[in-house]
């Protein structure tokens, strides 16, 4: 028996029920009130407003690394931009008309060729990072391996807005052009009546008999059978409902005919509509967050259960994973994508390399390194629109700047999946009995501390990865591939770049980066040499929060530009190749290390090029004071109560006005200090041996501390901090965008330590 909600009903029910065993076997019957049959012509089926869609929760594949499972059917759904809907449907109509002209019947019920073969892949979102395979209706990117979604060509929507599954729409969509709803005529919906409600309630035991008998679905002109579980009864061109084939009495199939397509709700009964009206996409679009969530954020969340003394806990489940990482196709990329943005002109490919730990990615969030580059993609959008000198670089001709434009593409590079070395995996090396010879990392771990041993032991191996010789031959293949393919990949696809190609290489990527571009062994002890060759020059090379330096003193190696390197040096030099090499690093950063002592001892005694703000804001202005003369320094110092409080004997405990005057003064104490930080002019040869390796005459660059950023603080989460930091993304923007300025010939100043 069929439940009602809201305690309401339409119109007259209790005469409806004396006629619904005359309505139910009427074919194309619209008008209940007399119960006559509408005849009209066999015009077409009215078109209706397509609109394609994606998943973003639950992905129907990942790569086989996650050892991912599909549990469930996705639930959330994001629209296509309105560029890339149209052009989805276009190339989708073109499909269907070329299969429908070639196809054999061998072909029409084969499924199995590839979208390939039929040029069915459509590049989409943000800057084409992403296809649409026509053929399987999935969603994946087009320069990295990761989750694949589902694709919905939207024809029926539910009341939430997302589009019914594509076999069900299809099947829904076959059964309305055969049944053809859209030449019924369509009713008003009488005014709710409790009275007349009630009333019906007390007579319908009487006439239960009547009421109980199944409706013969084949008999209906109105009622569709999924298959499924499910009917579907259409009431006109574009409304319909869907409820489980279980409800399947005249009773209460008439009284499902009786309420129409109206607002009020029946139990199992789910309207649907034909067509999308922007009403559905605004009621989806309104929920997406625009925040990219911090990564420094998500590391504290998910690792201090980790260093905590009481935690015992193994990695997250997989299911826990599922639920944080859902949300990166909704907030890394651009959802308006338009024709214009998406085929905006490159002038610079930056492809970066990932350092340790990517093994965690499959549990955690904050070590997704295809997340961090989004970030990093969004951070160099948005400090390139907040600053009109960063646009001057892009257009150096006085041209109007395009805001959506930097001019430059970021693109991950991952390669620790392809090492065949995991802490959970044996070995592929069997006794004789056909048995794994040697036992798993996790089954030499000890029991203390043990998710603490795990995550210390998946980060650390790495390192250890890249200096025994087997692994580090296996990583520089997949490096050196990979690089190669995606370059590859990305003219292919863009054939009218003609920019140049960059690397950034973080942690441990960044050694990996410089001993390819150096074209040299690992280390003194080890006879393997990077092998393999780079498919493109390199022009800048960004080494952020580098180890390089710690590496190649332990290598007892110096560093020297190739035009300086004699051949018969070569084995004692590390010599990178590359146009300009950079050193970032934050100064708490425990895994950076400064590099140009290794190119002369003698610039040990000088500081790091500092890095300035990327935007003019709080932070710029308390840096500026520094510029003040110290006389106007120490009278401002003096004057104000804010800085310094003559009468407090704790002035030295003033943390405010230490932390503003560590910013403002840099080493200083105070702007009492009479020593000036000293400058010295560099200029020849000395001069010469940073120039060859950077234009600029500098390799080492320190960041800026912020004066509220607290977390970096924390010297784990600065070392990951990198990717969303203003001050990075607007540094490698102003080098990336300078890279044809003249080198500096004459001289430059460095301050002494």
């Known amino acids: 028996m069929i439940s009602l909600r809201g305690g309401t009903s339409l119109g007259n029910l209790l005469r409806f029920a004396i006629a619904v065993e005359k309505v139910v076997n009427l074919k194309c019957v619209r008008d209940f009130s007399s119960g006559t049959i509408i005849a009209k012509s066999t015009d077409s089926a009215p078109k209706a407003r397509v609109k394609w869609y994606y998943a973003t929760d639950v992905p129907i594949s990942k790569p086989e690394w996650f050892n991912y499972q599909r549990e469930k059917e996705p639930e959330k759904f994001l629209p296509f931009s309105d560029y890339d809907s149209s052009k989805l449907e276009n190339e989708y109509q073109k499909s269907l008309a070329e299969r429908d002209e070639s196809k054999s019947k061998v072909k029409l019920e084969s499924e199995s060729e590839s979208a390939s073969e039929h040029n069915e892949l459509v590049e989409v979102n943000e800057d084409k990072l992403f296809q649409v395979n026509l053929v399987e209706f999935t969603l994946s990117p087009v320069y990295w391996d990761g989750p694949i979604y589902e694709v919905r060509r939207g024809t029926w929507f539910g009341t939430d807005g997302i589009p019914l599954p594509m076999n069900v729409s299809q099947l829904i969509e076959k059964g309305y052009r055969d049944m053809k709803p859209y030449l019924f005529e369509k009713h008003e919906a009488e005014k709710p009546n409790k009275e007349v409600l009630t009333e019906f309630n007390k007579l319908k035991d009487q006439i239960r ?13 109105d009622l569709l059978d999924l298959q499924n579980g499910n009917w579907v009864l259409f009431y006109d061109d574009k409304d319909a409902v869907m409820f489980p084939a279980t409800m ?68 997250p489940s997989d299911d826990k994973v599922n639920r944080e990482h859902k949300g990166q196709l909704e907030t890394d990329y651009d959802h308006d ?3 214009k943005s998406s085929n905006r002109e490159i002038d610079h490919l930056i492809l970066c390399i990932h350092g340790i730990g990517q093994v965690l990615g499959p549990k955690y969030e904050s070590v997704n390194f295809t997340h961090s580059i989004n970030v990093l993609r969004h951070t160099m959008k948005s400090v390139f629109q907040s600053d ?7 257009y150096p001709n006085g041209s109007d700047p395009d805001m959506t434009n930097n001019r430059i593409q970021v693109l991950p590079i991952s390669w620790r999946h392809k090492v065949d070395f995991h802490p959970n995996k044996p070995f592929k090396v069997l006794d004789k009995q056909g048995n794994p010879k040697l036992p798993t990392l996790s089954q030499i771990n000890v029991d203390g501390v043990k998710s603490l041993r795990n995550m210390v032991g998946d980060v650390a191996l790495d390192i250890l990865l890249y200096y025994e010789p087997h692994y ?18 990305y003219k292919k696809r863009n054939p009218n770049f003609k920019g140049k190609v960059h690397i950034l290489g973080h942690s441990l990527g960044s050694a990996i980066s410089f001993d390819i571009v150096s074209k040299q062994s690992v280390n003194s002890d080890s006879d393997i040499d990077v092998s393999g060759k780079l498919d493109f020059d390199v022009e800048n090379l960004f080494c952020v929060g580098c180890p390089v330096g710690v590496f190649k003193l332990l ?12 051949k018969k040096d070569h084995e004692s030099y590390a010599s990178p190749t590359c146009t300009n090499l950079y050193n970032i690093f934050h100064p708490c950063d425990p895994i ?3 590099m140009e002592p290794l190119v002369s001892p003698q610039f040990a005694q000088y500081k790091a090029e500092p890095v300035g703000f990327a935007v003019k804001g709080f932070n710029t202005q308390i840096k500026e004071l520094a510029s003040i003369s110290d006389g106007i320094s120490e009278k401002i110092y003096k004057a104000s109560g804010w800085f310094s409080r003559k009468d407090d004997k704790t002035t030295n405990e003033n943390a405010l006005r230490d932390i503003v005057t560590s910013v403002s003064f840099g080493d200083r104490k105070k702007p009492e200090n009479k020593h000036k930080s000293q400058k010295v002019e560099l200029s020849g040869p000395q001069l010469q041996q940073l120039t060859e390796l950077n234009r600029t005459g500098r390799v080492d660059y320190c960041l800026p501390m912020g004066v509220f950023d607290f977390s970096l603080i924390s010297a784990v989460s600065a070392h990951i901090s990198y990717f969303e930091d203003m001050d990075t993304a607007g540094f490698i923007l102003r080098e990336v965008l300078s890279v044809d300025k003249a080198k500096v010939h004459s001289k430059i100043f460095m301050t002494v330590n």
């Open 472 to 489: 580090a031959a296996q990583i520089f293949e997949a490096v050196i591939s990979e690089l190669n393919r995606v370059y590859k990949l």
């Open 337 to 339: 994508t338009s024709g």
């Open 388 to 394: 009109d000198s960063y646009q001057k670089l892009a």
């Open 248 to 315: 399947n009495s005249k009773y209460q199939v008439g009284v499902i005919r009786k309420f129409g397509p109206s607002p009020i709700s029946l139990i199992s009964v789910t309207p649907i509509k034909r067509g999308y009206t922007d009403d559905l996409g605004e009621s989806i679009i309104d929920k997406i967050s625009s925040n990219v969530p911090s990564l420094t954020d998500t590391f504290q969340t998910e690792f201090q259960g980790i260093f905590s003394k009481a935690s015992t806990s193994e990695l």
């Open 209 to 221: 008999e009547d009421f109980a008998a199944e409706v013969d679905i084949s008999q209906e002109n």
């Open 555 to 566: 290598e007892q190696k110096n560093i020297v530009a190739p035009s300086l390197l004699n």
């Open 592 to 594: 950076g290390y400064r």
